[in-house]
Every structure is written in C-alpha cells, then in structure tokens.
C-alpha cells in the first residue's frame, strides 16, 4: 500500500509560481511513473503531468505545456510539479498519482495510488 502526501499548495496572483510536492511512503517507489492530476470545481478530474519511473520520460497536457515541469528525485521518494505563469483557469485541487501501466497520459481509472490533493487557486 503506498502512502502520497501532497504539500505546497495556496493562493497565487496570476502570472505567479508555485511547486508542488508528493513524498511517497509504503511502497517501492520506482515501481510507479508519477502524475499529477488536477481537479476544478464542477469539472471531472484531469491530468496535468506524468513522469516515467526513472525520470526519463514526462508528458503535459496541452493546457500546461511549457509553464509546468514535473520532476522526480527517487532518492527522497518525492514527485514535484513546478508551476510557472500561473492563470485563474489553473485554480482546481492538484492530486499526486502513481500508476504502474506504462501509458504516458493514463486516465483517472489507471491510477492505482491517490494522494488527499492540495488545494491552487490563481487570483486575477
């Protein structure tokens, strides 16, 4: 059973940066790829971000592309997502995921593990 914890979450002007963490516990973690996912309210959840088990590896949603970087450091079990350039339209709750089926944007049924989410909302 493998534990993710999120933290780093809050409230950002538009234009602004924050980065997220998810310290995974419980578990082998580079048996996982990594993801983030986000969720607005009255919106189904979707993905953000993944990343490949050792790193090599990441996709974005186009909606994120070339303002968020996810990374990984399987030394200290910890998944991160940086997030630059930041729009209201970002504001939603930003879950962690592991999954261990190699697709590089999974949907929400292929995630195996999911963190408690940590809550981004973008000012205008």
């Known amino acids: 059973q493998v534990q993710l914890v999120e933290s780093g979450g809050g409230l950002v002007q538009a234009g602004g940066s924050l980065r997220l963490s998810c310290v995974a516990s419980?578990?082998?973690?580079?048996?996982?790829?990594m993801a983030w996912f986000r969720q607005a309210p009255g919106k189904e959840r979707e993905l953000a971000a993944t990343?490949?088990?050792?790193?090599?590896?990441?996709y974005y949603a186009d909606s994120v592309s070339g303002r968020f970087t996810i990374s990984r450091d399987n030394a200290k079990n910890t998944v991160y997502l940086q997030m630059n350039s930041l729009k209201p339209e970002d504001t939603a709750v930003y879950y962690c995921?592991?999954?261990?089926?190699?697709?590089?944007?999974?949907?929400?049924?292929?995630?195996?593990?999911w963190g408690q989410g940590t809550q981004v909302t973008v000012s205008a």
């Open positions: 995921a592991a999954f261990r089926r190699s697709i590089a944007a999974p949907r929400a049924a292929a995630v195996d593990y």
């Open positions: 419980g578990g082998t973690f580079t048996n996982y790829h």
């Open positions: 990343i490949s088990k050792g790193g090599g590896s990441t």
